[in-house]
């Protein structure tokens, strides 16, 4: 049976059962896709917390290293756009990778997904118990509880929100990311204003302020401050006019989100002065961010960026619970996993069989971790470390699939853009994405935050899940030809 990839289509067609019932439904707007998967992101979070690694390991010349990260995903934009238009159900990075790659790298890859955001899911997850916590005992002045009764709240919450209508958590998002942008930019406009120690310096856009001997590091940890690209495809299904919202929110994703990093972290920079910054940082890292908002904002600043960090985990989250139940819904449609996964909710539109599976897939996790008295700090190193550098080995398959895609349509690419859209941007893309999973691979006991051995095992674990997911599809290709016919998001022949 041939793994040939699907036929050109003139748009996105989202693919519908016999009875159609298997198709998503929502509105959601470009606006919307935007905030989706910068919610993922977590801008609070990021610059509350990783921006300060991002410094640590890349000096002062941080900026620049989220410009470089940003020109990197841009490139990555530009393929994956292209090939967008020609899929007939572009539902996820699985899709794109299953039409260029073929059907067993694409089910290996979409194992791989599963797993990645499962480990992200748990390790935020883990870390929102924590400072969820710390938030009610200190600032409010609440009683202490277990992080897992948060943690485990947080996935009620969010079970319930992916059974009703997208259009439901997407308003919540919104509404979650706007506070936390706002915030951040009245810390940036204010230190713009007022300047910091040694006024308003130009030197951290300096190629020369960069520690070239932290800054493979550097990078890495400003890739995985990008997560959550992968929305605009998992949601197409309940976008509206997607040609032309997949596309725009894939672009304006990541030239908001780049240019927000690259402003937020010259801010910070400024504000404690490129001489007395990593000094702050190696005193206290937690309060980098919370002190300087205090200095240059007030106090209400501060503690708003207290509560706002627990609202951008959450929304972290809950972005996280959507994309995680699309994807099982996408592999019980496509009859991969058991076919319930795939079933819709007449009145909503949403995946809720699979929403509730993940939520309590998720939480029954949780409690295993509070019976074993796992630490919560090990577990968000550990299994959030492991989660991003599995979703950017997606997006590298990405990369390679569109090449591969276009190059058996020679044909088709016989102009400049075209190449440059098909085959020169993708290259350069894969190229720097494959770099930072190399970093990443190579000093995975500092990204992950365990030891060598721990390192590993964990690398191990992830190329074991790719070849569970090949070698299920290729029983599938000799035992269930008609389900083999269905990976990556096609239609099953009539």
């Not at 490139?75 to 899709?95: D, I, R, S």
């Not at 942008?181 to 930019?185: D, Y």
């Not at 919370?290 to 240059?296: G, L």
């Given at each position: ?5 699907p036929?050109?289509?003139?748009g996105?067609?989202p ?13 959601i707007?470009v606006?919307?896709l935007?905030?989706s998967?910068?919610a993922?992101?977590a801008p609070m979070?990021v610059?509350?917390s ?10 002062v010349?941080a ?6 990260t940003?020109?990197?995903l ?25 039409a ?9 890859a979409?194992?791989l997904?599963?797993f ?8 935020s997850?883990s870390?929102f118990?924590?400072i969820t916590n710390s ?8 009683p202490e ?5 948060y943690?485990?709240?947080?996935f ?5 929100l992916?059974y009703?209508?997208i259009?439901?958590?997407?308003k919540?998002?919104?509404a979650?990311l706007?506070?936390e ?5 009245v ?10 120690p040694e006024?308003r310096s ?11 001997s932290?800054?493979?590091l550097?990078?890495?940890f400003?890739?995985v ?5 992968e929305?605009t495809?998992v949601?197409c299904?309940?976008?509206?006019d997607?040609?032309?919202t997949?596309?725009r929110a894939a ?7 780049g240019?927000f990093y690259?402003?937020s972290?010259?801010?910070?920079i ?5 001489q007395n910054?990593?000094?702050?940082i190696d005193e ?5 961010f ?7 904002v007030?106090?209400?600043?501060r503690?708003a960026?207290?509560?706002l ?9 809950l972005a996280?619970?959507n994309?995680?139940s ?6 019980g449609?496509?009859r991969?996993?058991p076919?319930g996964l ?5 009145r909503?539109?949403?995946p809720?069989v699979?929403?509730v599976i ?14 074993t008295g796992a ?16 979703i950017?080995i ?6 390679l699939?569109v ?8 044909s088709?690419?016989?102009s400049?853009?075209?190449q440059?859209?098909?085959?020169i941007?993708p290259?350069?893309?894969a ?11 190579k000093h995975f ?16 674990l992830?190329?074991a899940?790719?070849?569970v ?9 000799g ?6 016919a ?9």
């Open positions: 049976m041939s793994e040939e990839s036929t050109p289509s003139a996105i067609r693919a519908k059962g016999e009875n159609g019932s298997r198709s998503l439904s929502g509105h707007g606006v919307e935007i905030f998967v910068l993922f992101a979070l610059v509350a990783f921006m300060a690694v991002v410094i640590t390991f890349g000096g010349g900026p620049l290293i989220f410009l470089i940003t020109v990197v841009l490139l990555f934009c530009v393929g994956y756009v292209k090939m967008t238009n020609y899929l007939p159900n572009p539902g996820a990075f699985y899709a794109y990778i299953t260029g790659l073929g059907k067993r790298v694409g089910l290996g979409s194992f997904a599963v990645g955001y499962s480990l992200f899911a748990l390790g997850g870390f118990g924590v938030f009610v005992v200190e600032t409010l002045g609440g509880l277990p992080w897992w009764i943690s485990i709240a947080c009620v919450v969010t079970g319930t992916g009703l209508r259009g439901l958590s997407v919540l998002l919104s979650v706007a506070l942008v706002l915030l951040v930019m810390f940036n406009l204010a230190v713009t204003k007022t300047g910091g006024g130009l030197a951290p856009f300096d190629p020369g302020s960069l520690n070239m932290g800054l493979a550097g990078v890495v400003a890739s401050c990008f997560l959550g690209f929305a495809a949601f299904e309940e976008t509206k997607p040609e032309r997949v596309p672009y304006l994703s990541v030239l908001l989100i240019g690259i402003l972290a010259w801010a910070m400024t504000a404690y002065g490129t910054i990593l000094g702050a206290d890292f937690a309060a980098v919370p002190n300087a908002m205090e200095t240059y007030g106090v209400w600043g503690d960026v207290l509560l960090t627990v609202g951008s985990c959450f929304a972290c989250m996280v619970q994309i995680m699309r994807y099982c819904f996408h592999l449609a496509d991969i996993l076919a795939g079933r819709v909710h007449p909503f539109g949403s809720y699979s929403s993940v939520a309590a897939a998720v939480i029954t996790m949780f409690v295993v971790f509070a019976v630490d919560p700090a090990i577990l968000y190193g550990l299994l959030s470390g492991t989660g991003g550098v599995v950017m997606l997006m590298f398959l990405t990369s699939a090449v591969a895609f276009f190059q058996r349509r020679s088709e690419i016989n400049p853009r075209a440059w859209s098909a085959r941007a290259t350069i893309s190229i720097g994405l494959g770099i930072v999973i190399y970093l990443s691979l006991d500092m990204v992950t935050g365990g030891s060598a051995v721990i390192a590993a095992l964990l690398q191990v992830i190329v899940v790719f070849v997911g090949w070698l299920f599809a290729t029983w599938l290709r035992n269930r030809p008609e389900v083999f269905t990976i990556g998001r096609n239609k099953p022949p009539a």
